[in-house]
């Protein structure tokens, strides 16, 4: 499996400035994870946004698809905010030829106990087995793209529609 | 998605005793990682031994496998010592109706970084893509039982076969 | 040693939450670090203020000031907020009888990699070894209230005065 | 402070390989503790052994004797095994001029949550506090060379003599 992986930012790439009292985005994590994790999954990583994803845009989103759309790669990943992961998912819909798989965390991944390690072996694995289309891959579960909903107040991803 | 864990021991469960100078194997981590990743998964635990692998015998892996045959559960997660998780996957072939997929760890899931985290993510992950069938998850990717091996010296599963 | 603990809040204790896409000072963590590290210290632990050091009032300092008073123990140890730490330690001087060792954290204990463990290490260690006084522990130095200051640009305390 | 760091080995710097199943003492992490916590202590650091302390030799107890007697710094750190540790420090009396701390970890310095940072940062604060002579730092506490035992079955250090 050749894998291409597109970041857009989010609680998984967040990082602390102590002279800021601040948390921001910041590099992307997704190539580190899979290096701590001595995975031996051939990869490119292209990072698109650097943003909590309540504030991507539909540009952001046609940029995402029309790079995507001209990747040669069957198997992508996308690290992507939690807010808004399931309309950015919805909107990749219909790419022929694709298996897409979102994932992010509700922690940052350098936060002890993060489980953005966990969620991008998750999405890596369920990549493998998947056939087309555009997935979420959030707290041990895969949801297809328009079946699923952040519930905020409890904190986890959910089934809907 | 209801899943099945069996825990057969291996480096993913080891600890280390300062007073004896040594490791063991512990008690087993799959759950707690479940847990540590806020996975929304429903699933058992139970632990069938606590061994490094190059320790199990037949007779563990004819329980391992009757066990697994009584389970109504579909979805089957094995984790395991890395010497002999190709062999315990062979001897697992042929029940059906089971999408069975073995993981463990090259690092033990008490050190930082290791794989462990990664490594259970993949293969709860990609059991929900799978067709039935026994599979290995190591190093981020998904192998079928029969077609890898581990290679020791470089510490890490490549296909074969 | 008997040790008396006072928290005030600061990065040490920050948290992050998803749902809110932001951090707030959260519960105190020097007892948690002291547990962690198998000590053996005989401490209480008092919450005075849960606050980033900015926002601490001379109203805060004077109620620390009383408690650390009223305060039987020799030895105290206060966890603060990096900004004002130096202006806290200056307002307990001249409180006979006392080792009185502030220490905080550059980046949340939660993180991976804080320098929270090392940082309360050091000041539970110098508290042991120092005379009557106020003293900063930061940056594995030990400094006298009223000759040290934050340097922001560069991230660290140092001597000054 | 000019800290000398003199390492012996022990369980502070163990490390885990999985294709021999077991742990064995590896590179001094001293240093990298001190990084990690962003420590702007100078210090030098010399690998003396690398041994699991029950077999460390009088020889090699002469050898770091000499090393720290030839030694100009005032402030000399020693991290070591601990089963052995109390005798080392007695090995080591008398030398003028000198603070020595010892210190070490009852869980590896590379595992979750070790006591390795804290136990150093420990080690470091003391070291600025005390007077002259040779001491441990263990569990939080400082104890004087002489006036120590590891409790094997309890798994930490106490008072004797």
Known sequence: MKLSIYTMGGTIDK???????????????????????????????????????????????????SLIEADPARHVLVTHGTDTMAETAEALRGIPGKVIVFTGALSPARFKGSDAPFNVGCAVGAAQGLTEGVYLCMNGLVFQAGKVRKNREAGRFEAQG
Chains 1, 2, 3, 4 share one sequence.
């Open 15 to 65: 990082i602390y400035f102590d002279d800021l009292s601040t948390y921001e985005v910041g590099e992307p994590q997704a190539g580190e994870i899979l290096k701590e994790a001595k995975a031996a999954v051939e990869f490119t990583l292209r990072e698109v946004t650097r943003k909590d994803s309540l504030h991507l845009t539909a540009e952001d989103r046609a940029l995402l698809r």
